[in-house]
């Protein structure tokens, strides 16, 4: 594969993030749940379209897509992979929605600028993760035994996870904070939307939004080592593994702002996103040996996910029964 595809959907990107932030976002506001559900649909279709493009591109080697060794030689396989990536990705990013929502609330941003911040995290989010997927990618190639280091990595992940409590965040413990603490002055207040300021003796100084961002970029980085080491058991091809992932985190704003309010209301998603992690886990683990099929490793997980939101659902609807009658 040539360097033009990967130009061409960096391209892609760019521009929809642009046309995000810089039209349809470009005043300060709050998102309600109405827009956010809408955007996320959007970004959902985006993707599948994008998907539809994966299946051609690879069945008929649109841009030299398809022709390298490494890549998936066919187009509905490939198809197959992206969306199951995709579905992993999305899943486990739930988990970084809950954390986000807590950054917030612990530095108390107002509504209105936290779509800002997520834009410009996620756009870092994107450099950092396409470094971390290049890297995986070589150590697979290069060491074929990382596959069983990976998956026995997202198998003790799965296990902390299970019997980890819902721990609070403490941000003032981020080594990222501690550093940028010693190196800028920090201004007392926020100022609107800015991440840097100037105090009144002169001195340029960062500001809490700052801080802020900081933090959503280093938890993403450590959800993104879970994360992206899952995708590897569906698949090494490293434009599949690439653009799902981007196409996952690229609707977790809206998605954040869908969901950020009830999240806490799926008590069993946690169960089911310990079950994904450990079972794509196995499947890395068995991938050399007795490979499973990605269509139905994508049924497990769905079916994980459905289970996961439906026993939270009805466990609400058991609770609600004895308040109602009081």
Do not use: C
């Amino acid at each position: 594969m040539t360097i033009l595809p990967w130009f061409l959907f960096i391209l892609l990107i760019l521009s929809l993030l642009f046309l995000d932030l810089g039209v349809f976002h470009k005043e300060d506001k709050v998102i309600s749940a109405k827009e956010a559900l809408l955007w996320t649909g959007f970004w959902v279709i985006i993707a599948l379209i994008f998907n539809v493009f994966i299946y051609y591109a690879y069945s008929r080697n649109w841009l030299g897509i398809g022709l390298n060794e490494s890549a998936l030689k066919s187009g509905k396989d490939a198809a197959l992979k992206f969306f199951t990536g995709y579905i992993i990705e999305k899943s486990l990013s739930l988990d970084n929605i809950f954390v986000i929502a807590m950054i917030f609330s612990y530095f108390k941003v107002e509504g209105k600028y936290q779509h800002r911040v997520l834009f410009w995290g996620i756009l870092g989010a994107l450099i950092l993760r396409g470094a971390m997927i290049l890297a995986g990618t070589a150590l697979i190639q290069t060491f074929s035994w990382m596959i069983y280091v990976f998956g026995g990595f997202l198998i003790l992940t799965a296990g902390k996870m299970l019997f980890s409590g819902d721990e609070e965040i403490d941000p003032e413990k981020n080594i990222l904070i501690k550093v940028a603490r010693k190196i800028f002055p920090v201004s007392p207040n926020f100022e609107g939307e800015k991440f840097f300021t100037v105090l009144a003796d002169g001195r340029k100084a960062i500001t809490p939004m700052f801080l802020v961002l900081l933090i959503v970029e280093s938890t993403d980085v450590l959800f993104a080592v879970d994360s992206i080491p899952a995708i590897f058991a569906v698949t090494t091809d490293p434009f599949i593994v690439f653009t799902s992932n981007v196409f996952a985190i690229l609707g977790l704003r809206s998605l954040y702002f869908a969901l950020a309010a009830m999240i806490g209301m799926f008590h069993y998603l946690k169960i089911s996103l310990v079950f994904v992690l450990a079972y794509v886990g196995v499947k890395m683990i068995l991938s050399h040996h007795y490979p499973i099929p990605t269509s139905l490793s994508l049924g497990i997980i769905a079916a994980a996910l459905i289970a996961g939101v439906a026993a939270s659902l009805l466990f609400k609807q058991k609770d609600a029964v004895p308040d109602a009658e009081n």
